[in-house]
Nanobody, 115 residues
Framework: QVQLVESGGGLVQAGGSLRLSCAASGAISSINVMGWYRQTPGKQRELVAVMVSRGSTNYADSVKGRFTISRDNAQNTVYLQMNSLKPEDTAVYYC?????????WGQGTQVTVSS
């Protein structure tokens, strides 16, 4: 089992910044993928950014150049630095861990961007 604890969501004005954190604990595998997804009411959960433990990343086109994902493998923590936020970035952001064929989700953290 892997547990994920997210933090860092909140309310920000358009153009502002937020940093999300997700700390993983439990049966962490040395090779894994951690990342962020987001969901708004009535829509499917969508990928925002993911990062493999060895360093490769993948971003949604809508956030490229504005969001940066990073990891601290020693702390099993993944971060999402979100800059130049837009109202359309408003969503519940979920952390995801994938390792040894199993996936786990965090409880979600609300990000609201006001115009």
């Amino acid at each position: 089992q892997v547990q994920l604890v997210e933090s860092g969501g909140g309310l920000v004005q358009a153009g502002g910044s937020l940093r999300l954190s997700c700390a993983a604990s439990g049966a962490i595998s040395s090779i894994n993928v951690m990342g962020w997804y987001r969901q708004t009411p009535g829509k499917q959960r969508e990928l925002v950014a993911v990062m493999v433990s060895r360093g490769s990343t993948n971003y949604a086109d809508s956030v490229k150049g504005r969001f940066t994902i990073s990891r601290d493998n020693a702390q099993n923590t993944v971060y999402l630095q979100m800059n130049s936020l837009k109202p359309e970035d408003t969503a519940v952001y979920y952390c995801k861990y994938l390792g040894r064929g199993a996936e786990y989700w965090g409880q979600g953290t609300q990000v609201t961007v006001s115009s």
